[in-house]
């Protein structure tokens, strides 16, 4: 069983940065590829994300691409969103997932959630 936990979200005005984390208590945290995803109000969920076990390949969605940055520190168990310039529709509730292997932009295949965090952007 793997637990996940996000923090850093928060308010922030438009153009502002935030830092999301995923602290994970699995044991081998560096077999586990890693995805963001993010739900806004009414909207269904949607990808951010990934990262592979190793960190050495990532993927993004096309919103998030040249602002956000995934990246990880497995010997402290965590993963990171780096939030750049950021936007009203960014607003929403951020989730980390994992699994064993690399999952990508699957959300149906990530077997681990954590319980989000809210980010807020204010115009």
């Known amino acids: 069983q793997v637990r996940l936990v996000e923090s850093g979200g928060g308010l922030v005005q438009a153009g502002g940065s935030l830092r999301l984390s995923c602290a994970a208590s699995?044991?081998?945290?560096?077999?586990?590829?890693v995805g963001w995803f993010r739900q806004a109000p009414g909207k269904e969920r949607e990808f951010v994300a990934s990262?592979?076990?190793?960190?050495?390949?990532?993927d993004y969605a096309d919103s998030a691409k040249g602002r956000f940055t995934i990246s990880r520190d497995n010997a402290k168990n965590t993963a990171y969103l780096q939030l750049n310039s950021l936007k009203p529709e960014d607003t929403a509730v951020y989730y980390c997932?994992?699994?064993?292997?690399?999952?990508?932009?699957?959300?149906?295949?990530?077997?681990?959630w954590g319980q989000g965090t809210q980010v807020t952007v204010s115009s």
């Open positions: 997932a994992a699994d064993v292997g690399y999952r990508g932009s699957r959300a149906e295949l990530y077997a681990y």
């Open positions: 699995a044991l081998i945290f560096g077999a586990y590829g």
């Open positions: 990262i592979t076990a190793s960190g050495y390949n990532t």
